[in-house]
């Protein structure tokens, strides 16, 4: 009777039995494992070295803790969905600052612990730089560890910079030094030789409009949650970083991310790069071709004297409510977050710096790095860390992302049309109007968040 | 002047050579011209899938430097079967150590299933429409085809909910039971099922056959180019189907190579060469799936389209 | 659909089958849509009133969130753009798909079979790859298409495809036709077979040109496939999400710089994923199925396909 239905469904059929049992018998044998504590992360790294700590935990509370990877819009997502459903989650979780939407509602709804009383109570405000723990804050409750500092610095192509064109970095103190010197060195390929530009910039504005922004302590939001990126400081580091991208003079282009950014990188396309602590090391992974070549220098400040540094994403651990044990789960994240018991090794191994103050004067951080031409790296970075700018959490960070960087476009938009007659009047106008828009979203959605 | 400017200018000399040659048979020069334009439009459509094979097997800190391949005496560096080597790493997760493997016979089983049973369920329903006349046909059919107008993502939230307090959440039910009986489907049969001659059931019924009977051993065989043609449908679309397991999937060895595949990309991880790999290998079963069925396939989509 | 068919069947039914067969045969498709349609169905509608946040939280806003949606500016992009996609998507893919049928059509045999293969090919490939790898394609200075581009014509090797508002829904119709120019080929081709050849060939005694004979005999013999085409493509081209969603993934922007990847149902996504307003997206899933519905009846009503 099957081969009435023709060849195609009987072996389909033959298929989906065959499978059928395999997948019977793989799934079978998962739903054993069953350890005391699993910590979900986005980040591959993080885990390879958590993964390479733990066995020290393991022996000294007699258990047995897992890492899983999930990429992060699929964590987001899923964890939602099991906080919805009350299905089972993983017990510890880093999530990036993106992920405000956990904080949404309600906090009695929020499905992560309330670290509050124990982070006063061990006095980790204090141990660790205060402003990081802003990021998963809502209402005055602490949601999550920071893992990161993040300062940011310029990583560039020294090869090209210095040897070949004898630039003296050194003497780069504000923007207004930088772009005169980019100025003279950036060529816009119409001569027949290929193109350089001195400045790496989106497009669509994104996170490196928004290290620029914060370098001005310029957030989307201020402690208290209101919206902040239309003030006149933000509209003028929006036309300037347009005039940058699209001016007559311009010395910045938009490699974007992924593969594109690494060619861009190795062909010499761009020479300066927004180089936050964690993506030394992603560059040393994407670009091997470019060890001895790059080098790292502080930001240029916005002013004489100025702040030399600012911040890149920023990562926390959170405990959730329906995890087995609660108390455990506390004592993993001070032993993963603050206690600094392989003399900040995995730090160095990572390329993040950790919020942990103490732990800046530790000599790993001196240790020179052949791939930045033996500069010292952490330790550059651990100078600029007291400097780095605070960040506050909310949960319509997207919606409010989304919004400035529209204004950033319509504002690139205007410049290539109009130049600059009237548009740093259109800029604040714009960013004014796009503010409004995440103020109304916000308002509208009062009724809930109660 | 580069490589693409000569091809063309070769592939017009020639064309302009065979008209000379040959002036009073322009047809055979307007052959040949057609069959220029079809070699550049295949070209172009098979690119991005040269460019995927290319991709897959170089090492991934070369994967655009070359446009496809680098030159041979690179080779030695810079193809091999890295890319692969790591996407079958063993990856850790809450219930323990899983192989990509493991994801490709998930796939597969819920594909296979999927079509079996929505094969199934929607001939059945197919058969009812096209050869009873019965009270609330022509409501039913009337509903169907608004059912069909109505966005899915509308129903992704509510769907969710309800699965969340039927206890469907991380189960293959969920992807496999709401469609197992699809408005679609029961359309494209009963198209086909027209066309089997009343007489061939009268005179089974006569016979005292019982109407199972008819559908599974009369009405069936003789739509057999039809079932294979859904199956491709089914299968192409569960095989490829993102959003449902990406939502309704929470247990790691549970997802669909999609689901993970596609996490080997963000803004947080770019492992490309993992991704491509992938890509090769899950465009491979379909491929395999899609030639052995293409002619029943493409002869079915033309019939139900031609009676609209 | 043919009644008068299915009429006679019934008349001439000496009935030893029981009046609740064709019952028991739609049966599975009754149960799954009672079950897992009719829920939903009903929940989407009481969403639709309300405004969430969280799992638990929620409040009566009566018809608030239609106010809300229809006057913000947002959701006026994404109707925009989702029309203007469907608009020139439909007006590239139709006569695209139509120009590759009528090419391959006067060719013959085993050779046209394999340039039908390579036109259809990409349609295997899931959404979510093929957003994923044009995202790499249409790379400005290394993807594949701005390298062709500049090595055909000496120009648009930067080109940013996916970072320039201006370009972003090009790029996605591109992407778009790539996909399923091959699937909607098919449809013509077999309408195509359909065109009596003897009235081409009296057209052509009587002296008509290739595009008289196109226009007067060849289009209104494949005009119920074109609506059919027309149609399918305006619903698919209203529920677009997973193309623009993966394209965008490896940029910052989701949906476009200044919104100009942002569709209908990239909005309902948002209003529930970004500001996790479940209320607000089932609203926005309603004014889609209203607009579909509407769009669809308009054109069966134009094209004069109601009576069939």
Not at chain 1, 24 to 51: C, I, N, Q
Not at chain 1, 410 to 439: I, N
Not at chain 2, 124 to 151: C, D, I, T, W
Not at chain 3, 203 to 212: M, T, V
Request: proline share 5%.
């Amino acid at each position: 009777m099957l081969l009435n239905f023709g060849k195609a469904p009987f072996l389909i059929l033959l298929v989906a039995v065959a499978t059928g049992i395999g997948v019977l018998f793989t799934h079978s044998r998962y739903e054993e494992a069953r350890p005391d504590l699993v910590l979900m992360t986005h980040a591959k790294l993080h885990a390879d070295v958590y993964l390479a700590k733990l066995p020290e935990f393991e022996r000294k509370y007699g258990v047995k803790v897992d890492v899983q990877v999930v990429e992060e819009v699929a964590l987001r997502t899923r964890l939602l969905a099991a906080f919805a459903a009350g299905t089972r989650v993983p017990d510890l979780v880093e999530i990036p600052q993106d992920a405000a939407l956990f904080l949404r509602g309600p906090i009695r709804d929020i499905g992560f612990l309330d670290l509050t009383k124990w982070v006063k109570a061990r006095n980790l405000e204090e141990k660790m730089v205060s402003t990081r723990f802003s990021m998963w804050e809502r209402k005055g409750v602490i949601f999550a560890l920071p893992h990161d500092v993040h300062p940011m610095m310029l990583a560039y192509r020294a090869d090209i910079v210095e040897d070949q064109l004898g630039i003296d970095v050194s003497k780069i103190e504000t923007w207004d030094d930088f772009v005169a010197m980019a100025r003279r060195i950036v060529r816009y390929g119409d001569d027949g030789r290929p193109a350089r530009y001195a400045l790496e910039l989106q497009n669509d504005g994104g996170y490196l409009l928004q290290s620029l922004l914060l370098q001005r302590d310029v957030g989307l939001f201020d402690a208290d949650g209101n919206v902040t990126f239309d003030s006149d400081v933000a509209a003028d580091t929006v036309a300037w970083a347009v005039r940058q991208l699209r001016g007559p003079n311009r010395i910045a282009y938009g490699l974007g991310f992924g593969p594109t950014l690494w060619e861009g990188m190795r062909d010499g396309l761009v020479l300066f790069y927004f180089a936050p602590d964690w993506r030394t090391r992603t560059i040393e992974e994407f670009a091997p071709s470019l060890a001895g070549k790059m080098k790292l220098m502080p930001l240029p400040a916005w002013t004489a004297g100025g702040r030399r540094t600012s911040t890149w994403g920023a990562t926390g651990l959170a405990a959730t409510k329906g995890g087995r044990n609660p108390e455990l789960a506390k004592r993993l994240m001070e032993f993963l977050y603050v206690d600094q018991a392989d003399g900040g090794k995995s730090s160095a191994d990572l390329h993040i710096l950790s919020p942990v103050r103490a732990a800046w004067s530790l000599p790993i951080f001196d240790t020179p790095d052949p791939y930045f031409r033996g500069q010292p790296i952490m330790r550059l970075y651990s100078r600029l860390a007291g400097d780095v700018p605070a960040d506050y959490a909310n949960p319509f960070i997207t919606k409010a992302q989304n919004k400035r960087d529209s204004a950033f476009v319509a504002a690139s938009a205007y410049y290539s049309g109009h130049g600059e007659d009237g548009f740093v009047e259109f800029v604040r106008a714009e960013l004014k109007r796009q503010a409004d828009a995440v103020r109304a979203v916000i308002a509208r959605n009062q009724i809930t968040e109660q | 002047m580069n490589l693409i400017h000569v091809v063309l200018l070769c592939a017009a000399a020639v064309g302009a050579l065979l008209y000379a040659v040959d002036r009073r048979r322009p047809l055979l020069a307007g052959r040949y011209a057609r069959l220029i334009v079809l070699v550049f439009l295949a070209a172009g459509f098979l690119a991005p899938f040269a460019w995927i094979t290319c991709a897959a097997f170089k090492d991934r800190r070369v994967l655009l430097e070359y446009a496809f391949l680098p030159p041979l005496s690179a080779w030695r560096e810079m193809i091999n079967l890295g890319n692969f080597r790591k996407l079958f790493e063993p990856r850790t997760s809450l219930q323990g150590t899983i192989v990509f493997w493991q994801y490709i016979l998930n796939s597969l089983f819920l594909s296979s299933a999927a079509t079996v049973i929505q094969v199934f369920f929607c001939s059945l329903g197919g058969y009812a429409l096209a050869k009873f006349r019965f009270q609330g046909r022509r409501n039913l059919m009337l509903f169907m085809a608004g059912s069909l107008m109505l966005p899915s993502m509308l129903f992704l939230a509510p769907t969710y909910d309800m699965l969340v307090h039927i206890g469907w959440i991380d189960s293959y039910a969920a992807l496999l039971v709401p469609s197992a009986a699809n408005a679609f489907g029961m359309f494209l049969f009963r198209q086909a099922m027209l066309s089997v001659p009343n007489s061939l059931i009268e005179a089974a019924r006569v016979d005292g056959a019982s109407e199972f009977h008819i559908y599974s051993r009369i009405v069936m065989p003789l739509v057999q180019p039809m079932t294979a043609a859904f199956c491709l449908i089914v299968f192409m679309g569960q095989w490829n189907a993102f959003l449902g397991p990406q939502i309704y999937l929470q247990s790691d060895y549970k997802l669909t190579v999609p689901v993970i595949l596609s996490q080997y990309v963000s803004q947080f991880q770019e492992e490309y060469g993992m991704f491509l790999a992938g890509t090769f290998l899950s465009i491979v079963p379909i491929a395999v799936l899609f030639l052995a069925l293409q002619k029943e396939f493409i002869s079915e989509l033309t019939t139900g389209a031609n009676k609209g | 659909m043919n009644p008068a068919e299915n009429e006679r069947v019934g008349r001439r039914r000496r009935s030893p089958t029981p009046r609740w067969t064709p019952y028991l045969f739609v049966a599975p498709y009754i149960a799954v849509t009672l079950a897992f349609f009719a829920y939903p169905f009903a929940h989407a509608i009481e969403l639709a009133f309300y405004q969430t946040a969280g799992p638990n939280a929620r409040v009566w806003v009566g018809l608030g969130n239609f106010r809300y949606i229809l006057s913000d500016p947002d959701f006026r992009t994404a109707l925009y753009n989702t029309v203007v996609f469907s608009v020139f998507g439909t007006a590239v893919m139709l006569p695209s798909s139509l120009g590759l049928a009528l090419v391959l059509n006067s060719g013959r045999g085993r050779m046209k079979a394999w340039f039908r293969l390579f036109f259809f090919s990409p349609s295997v490939v899931g959404q979510i790859f093929v957003g994923i790898i044009f995202a790499v394609v249409l790379a400005p200075d290394y993807g594949l298409l701005n390298r062709f581009l500049q090595a055909l014509v000496g120009w648009g090797l930067e080109t940013r495809w996916l970072e320039n508002s201006a370009t972003v829904m090009p790029a996605i119709i591109i992407t778009n036709l790539w996909l399923y120019a091959g699937f909607n080929m098919v449809y013509f081709l077999a309408a195509l077979q359909n065109v009596d050849q003897n009235l081409v060939e009296a057209a052509r005694i009587d002296g008509a040109g290739c595009w008289r004979v196109f226009r007067h005999v060849t289009l209104p013999a494949i005009k119920p496939v074109a609506i059919f085409v027309l149609l399918i493509s305006t619903i698919g081209s209203f529920q677009l999400f997973e193309l623009p969603y993966a394209l965008m993934r490896s940029t910052t922007s989701p949906y476009g710089p200044n919104n100009s990847a942002l569709f209908i149902v990239g909005y309902l996504y948002d209003a529930a994923y970004s500001i996790g307003d479940l209320g607000l997206a089932s609203a926005v899933g309603w004014v889609l199925a209203l607009i579909m519905l509407t769009v669809s009846l308009i054109q069966l009503k134009l094209t004069g396909a109601a009576n069939d």
